[in-house]
């Protein structure tokens, strides 16, 4: 198949997803364009894809599963044929059932994977005392991404008709329980930067003269705590300190990138 352009499509708060599709992208090495459903505003475009797009769709991992919020904007997205690549990005634990479910929702709006992967991301809940893939993606991880990449182009070439795809993974899905918490700011070293609310991709966060969470909206995707500059932002929730414990003891074994061809 002949491919004009990349688009490198993700939903990344942490940004470990963002880096592995950019290095998988350096791999690729055709011109691209970036769709960031991160924030809400995207939600108020609509992005289109044809079949001369090759797509390239990058979601973190939460619960064994693709988060909800990256569910509702991903699957906004029109494709018509599109030769896709799915990506999950998780914290050294387990992807369980994420590929599945990427594949699943964006097979419903017109994407076609031919290959998938799955990489390791510093896990949201990583602190200096409960280090969880600290640092990752590191350069041996962007090393293979960018290795996936390069054969990511030859397959495609070879390519004549996209066939149906598998990827590991079971249907029903595991169920994720809901539960309302959201990171606290200690007011003392607070500066009112705003930095928390600017990078909330639901927005529940507001900063005037004080800052305010809107729990029920939080998803617990820690891109304010990773984000704050004076490490005001911090997680006091007993259930994510003691996970957090349970990840760095139980997860500590480095695990690789896999890759779907
Ligand atoms: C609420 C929540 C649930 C998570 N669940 C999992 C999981 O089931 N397995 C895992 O290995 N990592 C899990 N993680 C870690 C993320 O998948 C990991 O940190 C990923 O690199 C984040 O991607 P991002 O930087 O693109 O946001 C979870 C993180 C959060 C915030």
Not at 112 to 119: D, E, L
Not at 153 to 180: A, C, H, Q, W
Not at 193 to 212: H, Q, Y
Request: glycine letters at 6%; a positive charge; proline letters at 6%.
């Amino acid at each position: 198949m002949k491919i004009k352009r990349v688009k490198l499509i993700y939903y990344s708060p942490t940004g470990t997803s963002e880096k592995t599709v950019k290095a998988i992208q350096q791999g690729i090495g055709i011109d691209y364009d970036i769709v960031d459903l991160t924030l809400p505003s995207s939600e108020s475009k609509n992005y289109t894809f044809d079949s001369s797009d090759l797509a390239v769709i990058a979601a973190p991992v939460y619960s064994g599963r693709i988060p909800t919020v990256a569910v509702k904007r991903i699957s906004k997205l029109k494709a018509s044929n599109t030769p896709t690549v799915l990506i999950v990005v998780y914290g050294n634990r387990e992807f369980e059932d994420a590929l599945l479910e990427l594949k699943n929702i964006t097979k419903a709006n017109g994407f076609r994977a031919f290959a998938a992967g799955a990489f390791i991301g510093e896990h949201s809940f990583d602190t200096p005392k409960t280090p969880i893939a600290t640092g990752r993606p590191d350069t041996e991880d962007i090393k293979k991404a960018k290795e996936f990449g390069e054969k990511l182009k030859e397959k495609i070439e070879k390519i004549e008709k996209l066939d149906d795809f598998s990827v590991p993974g079971n249907y029903p899905y595991r169920e994720v329980k809901s539960s309302t918490r959201s990171p606290v700011t200690n007011p003392d070293t607070c500066i009112l930067c705003g930095m928390c609310a600017r990078v909330c991709p639901t927005g529940c966060v507001t900063v005037s003269d004080a800052v305010e969470t809107d729990s029920s909206n939080c998803t617990a995707c820690t891109a304010c705590v990773k984000n704050c500059p004076t490490g005001a932002r911090h997680w006091d929730n007993e259930g994510v300190l003691k996970a957090a414990i349970w990840l760095s003891t139980d997860y500590a074994k480095r695990k690789e990138p896999e890759i779907f061809l």
